[in-house]
């Protein structure tokens, strides 16, 4: 057992050395097969060291895309997957007649899909992810990537969504009730069908209630009749909602307070 360790590490120094002399080497042929054969091996690092010294000096022949190509998946499956979806959309803009061009658009796309976060930090890859997309079914719409695209989108956009709705009601667990409104109120707008419509509604009034309640006198009258529109908005759409109980004591509270 003691000599197959000192033999792993000699074949280990000495493929390091023939790698590290086809690096130096002026053979573009040999160097472009060889990258190729690391790529299938699945060795990709050793493969985009020679991709990368072998774009300048490919661009133009016939074997240019291949090399941007292969590069590209290099970043991704290294899971470098912004360098991956800059490199991928490079490979579009500059091969848009190749055969892997329409691979290319989505699998830039999919980079940005795959650095979406867990949905309570910043959702700029999803946003990002959702428009590739986009561009891709409206260039492809009869693409064989189009359910799985569709489903991409309709995860992204569930994460936003609860992004949103966590984001409002953030503002309402920290008993800023005017910004909770407002924040609750742009979630509903900008996604209408959302889940968490039902609570949201709630919590708007809830926070209205809250809000008047908190309120100067000057200003009571005003906002506890907001509080009882929302009231009336909020029984309108869900007249057997689970929190009519509560909605009503704010209601009747809401209406004792303008009587007097």
């Not at 924040?183 to 996604?191: D, G, H, P, R």
């Not at 509080?227 to 009519?244: L, Q, R």
Request: aromatic share 16%.
């Amino acid at each position: 057992m003691k000599r197959i360790i000192p033999l792993l590490a000699i074949i280990a120094i000495l493929s390091s050395c023939k790698y590290e002399k086809l690096l130096k080497s002026k053979d573009y042929s040999l160097k472009y097969r060889k990258a190729v054969e690391y790529y299938a091996k699945e060795d990709y690092t050793r493969a985009m060291g020679l991709f990368d010294q072998l774009k300048p000096v490919l661009k133009g022949a016939k074997e240019a895309d291949t090399v941007f190509f292969f590069s590209a998946y290099c970043s991704f499956y290294e899971k470098d997957y912004l360098l991956g979806a800059h490199y991928f959309d490079e490979f579009r803009k500059t091969f848009g007649n190749s055969p892997f061009a329409e691979e290319a658009e989505f699998m830039s796309a999919y980079c940005f899909y795959k650095m979406s976060p867990r949905p309570s930090l910043d959702q700029s890859y999803s946003h990002q992810a959702i428009a590739y997309i986009g561009l891709y079914l409206s260039k492809y719409p009869n693409s064989t990537r189009k359910d799985e695209c569709i489903r991409i989108i309709e995860e992204l956009r569930n994460k936003l969504v609860e992004k949103s709705y966590m984001s409002a009601k953030l503002y309402y667990n920290l008993g800023d009730y005017n910004s909770a409104i407002i924040a609750l109120n742009n979630s509903l707008e900008q996604f209408p069908e959302t889940k968490y419509r039902e609570e949201i509604m709630f919590l708007i009034l809830k926070a209205s209630y809250l809000y008047a309640d908190k309120s100067v006198v000057e200003k009571q009258v005003e906002r506890f009749q907001a509080a009882v529109d929302e009231y009336y908005t909020f029984v309108d759409e869900f007249p057997a909602s689970e929190f009519k109980s509560e909605a009503e004591k704010m209601f009747k509270d809401s209406q004792k307070f303008l009587k007097n």
